[in-house]
Antibody, heavy 120, light 110 residues
Framework: QVQLQESGPGLVWPSETLSLICSVS????????WSWIRQPAGKGLEWIGR???????NYNPSLKSRVSMSVDTSKSHFSLKLKSVTAADTAVYYC??????????????WGQGTLVTVSS | QSVLTQPPSASGTPGQRVTISCSGS????????VNWYQQLPGTAPKLLIY???QRPSGVPDRFSGSKSGTSASLAISGLQSEDEADYFC???????????FGGGTKLTVL
């Protein structure tokens, strides 16, 4: 059974960098793509970006200037860094496994989510 | 304000059929497939429908998806109380190369 687990600080200071790791178990990290999605309290889902095991990335244009993602196949985890955070970045952050079906890519497994609060 | 428009709420009584719409444009739904996610209260989203109308293993056939032009729909037949959740559509946006989610629809089972 595939499992994804987010980890990282639950509290980040404004203007600092938010860093999260998603640990993958139950399947090979090399066989899929990997995404980060966030959800502010009481609001909808916002796609942050995707990292491929080649290192290639796609980012949400609204966050592109502040986001970086990477994957470490040797440790079976992938990471998210979001710099210069503000209170607007406070949200539950989810990691997800993406798989391809023809031209379509969808997220078939999700982590439980981790709340990150930006506050001093 | 998402580029994909969903009604903020929908409702039905047990046993009824409800549909949730997702409206986009030529650069997103019009040229790509649509996925649907269900988020039960207090839990992570779960894949419900992929590639417009495909159900992952374990998803009841009460759930079905369709797409026509720049819009997509999720239909739930034989509505049950456990279907009360938020539903999100999602698709790829061409040229800018990213995934966009609809604003979500909160389904209430009366």
């Amino acid at each position: 059974q595939v499992q994804l687990q987010e980890s990282g600080p639950g509290l980040v200071w404004p203007s600092e960098t938010l860093s999260l790791i998603c640990s993958v178990s139950g399947d090979s990290i090399s066989s899929y793509y990997w995404s980060w999605i966030r959800q502010p309290a009481g609001k909808g889902l916002e796609w942050i970006g995707r990292v491929y095991t080649t290192g290639r990335t796609n980012y949400n244009p609204s966050l592109k200037s502040r986001v970086s993602m990477s994957v470490d196949t040797s440790k079976s985890h992938f990471s998210l860094k979001l710099k210069s955070v503000t209170a607007a970045d406070t949200a539950v952050y989810y990691c997800a496994r993406d798989r391809r079906d023809g031209y379509n890519v969808y997220s078939d497994y999700w982590g439980q989510g981790t709340l990150v609060t930006v506050s001093s | 304000q998402s580029v994909l428009t969903q009604p903020p709420s929908a409702s039905g009584t047990p046993g009824q059929r409800v549909t949730i719409s997702c409206s986009g444009s030529n650069s997103n739904i019009g040229s790509n497939t649509v996925n649907w996610y269900q988020q039960l209260p207090g839990t992570a989203p779960k894949l419900l429908i992929y590639t417009n109308n495909q159900r992952p293993s374990g998803v009841p056939d009460r759930f079905s998806g369709s797409k026509s032009g720049t819009s997509a729909s999720l239909a739930i037949s034989g509505l049950q109380s456990e279907d009360e959740a938020d539903y999100f559509c999602a698709t790829w946006v061409d040229s800018l190369n990213y995934v966009v989610f609809g604003g979500g629809t909160k389904l209430t089972v009366l």
